[in-house]
């Protein structure tokens, strides 16, 4: 699966860019001085013109016939997309490390690590309160944070030898890809690698290991193919989110940090949910999921003509390939329900502008971090 056609991001170094939010439109007749402008306000007027535009293109649903087609032919479908455009469609994601800093060199150890110390007093706290044996516990709660917290120039303890059949392979916790590695970063969606790459050429951490996956065999083949991709430092592999059946190449409670980026929306959503469990285990305690998403009543969801709606909020392209639009409240459940905690979930409303040609383009994203609790509810 790839990532938005529209993104509308531009690929500059983060140095050089400011975290989305700070560029404010003030005087309306200044709308033309710049590319894009933050957190614009929309009018009662225009956000009931948008409501009625979706109800207007979701009257005629595709036949059921159609649906089915593209959810068997979905891999199909991103295959001859990337067929077509190969890696010269979308921009590199620079941008990233401005947005979610936990990516960025130096950074992805010290958010666990405050985290951890802003949390410690009161986890101690529990751990003394409870009768059945809070030594065992505080043994067994820093054992998972000392695997997070460690810095790269030390080896991590061999994980606890428990397996995981990933198809007809035997995977052990202390024989997987990057293993051996102090910080592991995956990437679900990863089209042909327009974040992975800008992560690999920014964060030189030699603890730093990334995975990447997507639905596409073809978008996969152009990862591993490009100059930039290093066997030692990632592991690129073709995988269905949605499938149940088969398993990620990594033991549960090994991962640092889950990136989804315009990946979610192009799934079916009656199967988000299990696809969002099956990813909050991978997560160390304290790790975190990031995503950044299509919102309800993005322009591209006002430009879907009659007949290209599947269900609510959930449409079909010319080339089939398929497309959600989320509210923030849709996000929360989804990620509550999978164990994880509220860290950000915020709204970017942005106003995009050709100067050229004097349009005004209203673009919605939403922004999400979420965390797993460093204690299960168990505990």
């Known amino acids: 699966m790839a990532s938005s056609y529209t993104e509308g991001v531009p690929a500059v170094l983060a140095d050089k860019r400011q975290q989305f939010g700070s560029r404010l439109l003030s005087d309306p007749a200044r709308v033309f001085h710049h590319n894009a402008w933050d957190n614009v306000e929309w009018s009662e007027e225009q956000a009931a013109a948008a409501e009625r535009k979706v109800q207007e293109n979701s009257t005629q649903r595709v036949c059921q016939e159609k649906q089915v087609d593209y959810e068997i032919n979905a891999h199909k479908y991103w295959n001859d997309f990337y067929k077509i455009h190969e890696n010269g469609f979308f921009k590199d994601r620079h941008w990233l490390f401005t947005e979610f800093p936990e990516l960025a060199p130096s950074q992805n150890q010290n958010h666990l690590k405050d985290w951890f110390l802003e949390n410690k007093r009161s986890e101690i706290s529990e751990c003394r309160n409870n009768e059945d044996g809070p030594v065992l516990i505080m043994e067994e709660q820093h054992k998972c944070s000392s695997k997070s917290l460690e810095h790269k120039t030390q080896v991590p303890p061999v994980e606890e030898n428990v397996t995981q059949k990933i198809s007809d392979l035997e995977i052990c916790a202390d024989e997987f890809p990057g293993s051996s590695a102090t910080y592991r970063i995956l990437e679900v969606g990863c089209g042909v690698g327009n974040t992975v790459f800008p992560i690999l050429q920014t964060n030189n951490d030699a603890g730093l290991f990334v995975y990447c996956c997507d639905f596409s065999s073809t978008a996969i083949e152009l990862v591993q193919t490009n100059s930039e991709y290093d066997p030692f430092r990632c592991f690129a592999f073709v995988h269905d989110l949605c499938d149940e059946e088969k398993s990620y190449p990594v033991p549960e409670g090994s991962l640092d940090i889950i990136i989804l980026i315009f990946v979610l929306s192009a799934i079916v959503p009656d199967k988000m949910q299990k696809a969002i469990n099956r990813l909050s285990k991978l997560l160390k305690p304290g790790g ?57 979930n915020l709204v970017d409303r942005r106003l995009q502008v050709n100067r050229g040609k004097q349009l005004t383009m209203y673009r919605v994203w939403i922004q999400c971090k979420y965390r797993k609790p460093l204690l299960s509810s168990t505990s």
């Open 288 to 344: 975190m999921m990031l995503l950044r998403d299509y919102g309800r009543y993005d322009m591209a969801q006002l430009r879907f003509k009659k007949g290209q709606c599947l269900s609510g909020n959930f449409y079909v392209r010319g080339d089939g390939t398929r497309v959600y639009f989320f509210t923030q409240e849709e996000l929360d459940v989804l990620f509550t329900t999978a164990g994880l905690e509220k860290v950000q």
